[in-house]
């Protein structure tokens, strides 16, 4: 396998934010994943808001799972912490970090396979824990690293590229994020920076829980029966040495659109994405008329897009347990271990 690395050298031009960097300070490796894929554009965003905000790489710990997602934390933040967990696990490593270093900027990125199906009671657990940090779904309803099957959050009624129909009904991850209490919650379409940008800044911004549902489109399985450039087509006309999957080269999907309006989205399979951004006069702060609103725009077939629900007085995980104000992997072992006495008091409370 090639590893092709970005350059090192920056153009003396290039502008710098308040703590010197510049953006490309805040980039990662050359992504691997199909060209056009809408988890690039997530990338984008996130390396444009932590410039923007001024934020110092060093300062960031990103977290994953398993799926083509969970790959994303490379290619961005190149500087920062870093920890590929196991499948579904990302949000318990990702509590333990926090509460052993409560300093850093945490971003748990994960997918809706990652998320919604094996790591789904972790991904409530850490929502109504509180844990101080920014998770990001990149949701494409389907499971890419294995051949493009349903994920949980597929819509009922939709097609694979093999033509069978999901009888299952999905799960609304912002919905149960809601639901858990989680303190923010957002979603975004991948191909509208201009709106996913300042969700991500706001989610880094908030302290508590902060969730952001992204729909990202997979390219990779959108083919459709009969093309020349099909999976099928080129693997039934193949006899090279050599088996290797095609996946054909799309273009981006982007979109501008302004407050409360509705726009249709076409994919590349031909269906099309029905996404509704709020209107300016939408309150975040009531969380059952979020709910509500979500409900409504989801039966009328519209992905409602924007800051959903927002607690301004929320309090994350450290001050539900009242632990130190100094980070624990700081302190002395005569501050972590006060001796057998208290240990004695302990107990006995519990008693």
């Known amino acids: 396998m090639t590893y092709i690395a970005k350059p090192r050298l920056h153009h003396?031009?290039?502008?710098?934010?308040?703590?010197?960097?510049?953006?490309?300070?805040?980039?990662?490796k050359i992504s691997t994943l199909c060209a056009g894929c809408g988890h690039d554009s997530i990338s984008a965003a996130i390396i444009q808001a932590c410039w923007e905000m001024d934020i110092e790489p060093h300062r960031v710990a990103k977290l994953s799972g398993i799926g083509c997602s969970s790959k994303t934390?490379?290619?961005?933040?190149?500087?920062?912490?870093?920890?590929?967990?196991?499948?579904?696990?990302?949000?318990?490593?990702?509590t333990?970090?926090?509460?052993?270093?409560?300093?850093?900027?945490?971003?748990?990125?994960?997918?809706?396979?990652d998320s919604a199906s094996i790591g789904l009671g972790q991904f409530a657990h850490v929502m109504r824990r509180g844990v101080n940090m920014v998770y990001i779904l990149e949701n494409n309803g389907v499971y890419g690293l294995t051949k493009g099957q349903f994920s949980a959050t597929a819509d009922e009624g939709s097609k694979s590229k093999r033509g069978?129909?999901?009888?299952?009904?999905?799960?609304?991850?912002?919905?149960?994020?809601?639901?858990?209490?989680?303190?923010?919650?957002?979603?975004?379409?991948?191909?509208?920076?201009?709106?996913?940008?300042?969700?991500?800044?706001?989610?880094?911004?908030?302290?508590?829980?902060?969730?952001i549902d992204v729909i990202s489109p997979?390219?990779?399985?959108?083919?459709?029966?009969?093309?020349?450039?099909?999976?099928?087509?080129?693997?039934?006309?193949?006899?090279a040495v050599n088996r290797i999957d095609f996946i054909e080269t799309r273009p981006e999907i982007r979109t501008e659109y302004e407050a409360g309006d509705v726009i249709e989205v076409p994919?590349?399979?031909?269906?099309?994405l029905r996404l509704r951004k709020l209107h300016a006069d939408y309150d975040p702060t009531d969380k059952v008329g979020a709910m509500n609103f979500?409900?409504?725009?989801?039966?009328?077939?519209?992905?409602?897009?924007g800051l959903l629900y927002?607690?301004?007085?929320?309090?994350?995980?450290?001050?539900?347990l009242g632990t130190a104000d100094v980070p624990f992997n700081r302190l002395e072992a005569a501050e972590l271990c006060p001796g057998a006495g208290a240990l004695e008091k302990i107990n006995a409370a519990l008693r």
């Open 267 to 272: 994919q590349h399979d031909g269906t099309v």
């Open 310 to 320: 927002a607690n301004p007085d929320a309090e994350d995980l450290h001050e539900h």
């Open 96 to 113: 333990g970090a926090n509460l052993a270093n409560r300093d850093l900027l945490y971003l748990g990125v994960s997918g809706d396979g």
């Open 73 to 94: 934390p490379d290619y961005f933040l190149g500087n920062s912490h870093g920890f590929n967990t196991v499948h579904g696990r990302m949000p318990s490593v990702l």
């Open 218 to 239: 997979c390219v990779a399985f959108n083919n459709h029966a009969g093309s020349t450039r099909s999976y099928d087509y080129v693997r039934e006309h193949n006899e």
């Open 12 to 28: 003396p031009t290039l502008p710098v934010n308040r703590v010197g960097f510049t953006r490309r300070d805040y980039e990662g």
């Open 294 to 305: 979500i409900q409504q725009h989801q039966a009328r077939g519209e992905i409602v897009t």
């Open 164 to 211: 069978v129909v999901n009888t299952d009904s999905p799960i609304d991850t912002v919905s149960l994020a809601l639901l858990m209490g989680a303190s923010f919650v957002a979603r975004g379409f991948s191909g509208d920076k201009g709106q996913l940008v300042p969700i991500i800044k706001a989610a880094i911004g908030h302290k508590g829980a902060a969730f």
